[in-house]
């Protein structure tokens, strides 16, 4: 039996997740795979801090493309990048529980349905407190309430989400906000101030090895503290999203093109890589995409 076989099955509240725009999944990986993973995390951390590794998320900037350096990082970018030398990410990427969530999430009958998309992760600056405005990931600030309510109908088309090797409460959303505009109130003091608390936003608070799948339109932000965060981030898309895949391998992924980029992914991490290589080679499409490519 290979590893994606042995899916695990949880089954998620998929009436929360509608509700809210976000579920939380508790012990995701197995335990061996969870001590590794912290450790694997603990290099990265650390080529990523001396500058080692370059593919890194600048304190000061929230969203790509970032600067080849400033005053402190809060992200590693390309986990699973050949060079970086942890392949333990993409066995890590292929965890059955995470698939079969993001399954669930996307009405998908198998992984082999999916798209493989980025990994990356998120940590806590050292010296530098840093804070996202609130954004929804798909839809600029300045689309009025009207655009905004277009958008917010389109289909979903992939999922993404947040794993925590170590307590995270970094991440804040306001529930329910995926499925409708910005009130007047929220536009007018967001206007005024972009990273505001607004009214019924909540903190979501992850313990080490749960993760929180949440929809990338709902209104978020975070605030970064220098308290140790080690989160992985990830996406993945639904087979097919022509747009997706080629927004995921416009820049800088050339290593997501190579023939062997999915070696010792299993099978299904195989499929997730045609899918997404499929997707990247058919031009012209009117599928609505639905991320920044981060
Ligand atoms: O740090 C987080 O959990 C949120 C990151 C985020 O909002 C983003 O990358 O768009």
């Known amino acids: 039996m290979t590893a994606d076989e042995t899916e695990r099955k949880v089954e998620i509240d998929l ?20 001590k590794a993973a912290k450790k694997a995390c603990e290099e990265a951390v650390e080529k990523g801090r001396k500058g080692e590794w370059p593919h890194r998320r600048i304190v000061g900037k929230a969203f790509p493309p970032w600067p080849p350096s400033g005053p ?45 998309e980025l990994f990356n992760l998120l940590i806590n600056p050292h010296t530098t407190p840093f804070s996202l405005p609130y ?35 970094c ?9 409708r505009p910005k009130t007047p109130e929220e536009a007018a003091l967001l206007a005024k101030d972009d990273k505001t608390p607004l009214p019924d936003e909540i903190k ?11 929809e990338n339109d709902i209104l978020h932000r975070a605030e970064y503290t220098t308290l140790k965060r080690v989160t992985l981030h990830g996406s993945m898309g639904m087979e097919g999203q022509v747009e997706r895949a080629k927004m995921i391998l416009q820049h800088g992924v050339e290593y997501l093109k190579e023939e ?32 920044h490519d981060d």
């Open 171 to 179: 991440l804040i959303v306001v529930p329910g906000s995926h499925k």
């Open 72 to 116: 402190d990082i809060w992200g590693i970018q390309h986990l699973m990048h050949p060079d970086f030398n942890l392949p333990i990410f993409k066995e890590i990427y292929v965890n059955p529980t995470l698939l079969s969530t993001a399954c669930q999430i996307l009405s998908l009958p198998s992984p082999a349905s999916l798209q493989l």
């Open 15 to 34: 009436a929360a997740f509608a509700r809210d725009g976000f579920v939380i999944v508790d012990d995701v990986l197995p335990p061996a795979l969870f």
């Open 204 to 214: 979501v608070v992850l313990k080490p090895n749960q993760v929180v799948f949440y």
């Open 260 to 291: 062997t980029f999915a070696d010792g992914m299993g099978e299904y991490g195989k499929t997730m890589w045609r899918n997404l290589m499929q997707g990247y080679g058919t031009s012209g499409s009117d599928t609505l995409s639905g991320i």
């Open 135 to 169: 954004h929804r990931d798909s839809i600029p600030a300045s689309a009025t309430a009207d655009e905004e309510a277009e958008l917010l109908k389109r289909p979903r088309t992939g999922t993404q989400y947040n794993l925590a090797l170590y307590d995270d409460a």
